[in-house]
């Protein structure tokens, strides 16, 4: 048993492999930002997605623009930083602001209005879903 996890982190904790290998998930999810699934100008909303993403943020700029970014840090996409329990280790939440991004494992920091990270160790922007909105309904997909 000791030895998967000893494979496991040689071969997706290995930084030099940090911020390239990021898990492929399959996204298709259908928003109805103005009515059941309510996200304000200027606010976010979380989003669950299919394994292995540890869900979205779904950000509203403005009424007729949407950003899409996975909550899974892209410095650390299999928490490896994690001193405990790595599925919840890497899961991006959003900052009292609304406006900065926090991973908790490995302290980076990322702009919801790009996703572009500005402190802690990565480099990398947050993966960003493509979106399309036509007044009604919000699709996000990859």
């Known amino acids: ?22 898990p ?16 304000p100008a200027g606010g976010y909303v979380y989003v669950t997605a299919n394994y292995p993403s540890r869900g979205l943020i779904v950000y509203r700029p403005f009424s007729d623009e949407f950003l899409a970014f996975e909550r899974t840090c892209p410095y650390d996409p299999y928490g490896c930083c994690a001193v405990d329990d790595a599925t919840q280790c890497a899961r991006l939440v ?5 406006i900065i991004i926090i991973d908790s494992c490995c302290l980076s920091k990322y702009l919801m209005t790009d996703g572009s990270p500005f402190e802690g160790p990565s480099s990398c922007p947050l993966y960003q879903y493509q979106t399309y909105y036509d007044g009604t309904y919000l699709r996000i997909f990859n």
């Not at 492929?24 to 996200?39: E, K, M, S």
């Open 94 to 98: 959003a900052d009292e602001s609304g």
């Open 24 to 39: 492929d998930t399959y996204v298709n999810i259908t928003l109805q930002p103005n009515t059941l699934d309510f996200i």
């Open 1 to 22: 048993m000791a030895v998967l996890p000893l494979f496991c982190l040689n071969l997706y904790c290995n930084k030099d492999r940090l911020c390239q290998d990021f």
